[in-house]
Antibody, heavy 122, light 110 residues
Framework: EVLLVESGGGLVQPGGSLRLSCVAS????????IHWVRQAPGKGLVWVSR????????DYADFVMGRFTISRDNAKNTAWLQMDSLRVEDTAVYYC???????????????WGQGTTVTVSS | QSALTQPASVSGSPGQSITISCTGT?????????VSWFQQHPDKAPKLIIY???NRPSGVSDRFSGSKSGNTASLTISGLLAEDEADYYC??????????FGGGTKVTVL
């Protein structure tokens, strides 16, 4: 079964740090980009970051630039989102999703994890 | 990067067709063939229903179809069913090599 499983969420004070993990199974992890997307309570989906297949390319949304770092280890079938200097407004469910490119485009974010909840509060 | 613009809500009766619009700019929707649509039921993870403007992943009903004209992409749901009641989000690649989502559309089946 193709799966992505996130973990690492929890309650943290403003200014604190968390490291989210996204563990893949059932497919060739190194063939896929990994995206992180978040959803604040009662709000819509917001893209956060993505990393390319070998980890050589990463992009971030403006609101996390300089605070969050995405990384991956293909030998461990795992991607991470290191979140520093957390703010109350970072409170959300964080999802990881995979995306595979093809010659003319991509197959979209076709598999998502179940999400992990991050709560930033004093 | 501003979110793509979607109507907050769309409704229709069972069997009808509805269309959800997703408006961006030439730097995202209008500039690339990389528009996706996602369906999300309450407390569930999003599900990909359309990728690269009009392609359906395996297993997705052909009642869902996508299109694009200029800076606006559209999702049409034909033969509306009660199970189609959910939130729908569009997403696009951008010229900054990032991704952007729409604000979401709540579909209600009357």
């Amino acid at each position: 079964e193709v799966l992505l499983v996130e973990s690492g969420g929890g309650l943290v004070q403003p200014g604190g740090s968390l490291r989210l993990s996204c563990v893949a199974s059932g497919f060739t992890f190194s063939d896929y980009w990994i995206h992180w997307v978040r959803q604040a309570p009662g709000k819509g989906l917001v893209w956060v970051s993505r990393i390319t297949t070998e980890g050589g390319g990463a992009d971030y949304a403006d609101f996390v630039m300089g605070r969050f770092t995405i990384s991956r280890d293909n030998a461990k079938n795992t991607a991470w989102l290191q979140m520093d200097s957390l703010r109350v407004e970072d409170t959300a469910v964080y999802y990881c999703a995979r995306l595979k490119l093809h010659g003319g485009g991509s197959y979209g974010m076709d598999v998502w994890g179940q999400g992990t909840t991050v709560t930033v509060s004093s | 990067q501003s979110a793509l613009t979607q109507p907050a809500s769309v409704s229709g009766s069972p069997g009808q067709s509805i269309t959800i619009s997703c408006t961006g700019t030439a730097s995202d929707v209008g500039g690339y063939h990389y528009v996706s649509w996602f369906q999300q039921h309450p407390d569930k993870a999003p599900k990909l229903i359309i990728y690269d403007v009009f392609n359906r992943p395996s297993g997705v009903s052909d009642r869902f179809s996508g299109s694009k004209s200029g800076n606006t992409a559209s999702l049409t749901i034909s033969g509306l069913l009660a199970e189609d009641e959910a939130d729908y989000y569009c997403s696009s690649y951008t010229s900054r090599t990032t991704q952007v989502f729409g604000g979401g559309t709540k579909v209600t089946v009357l």
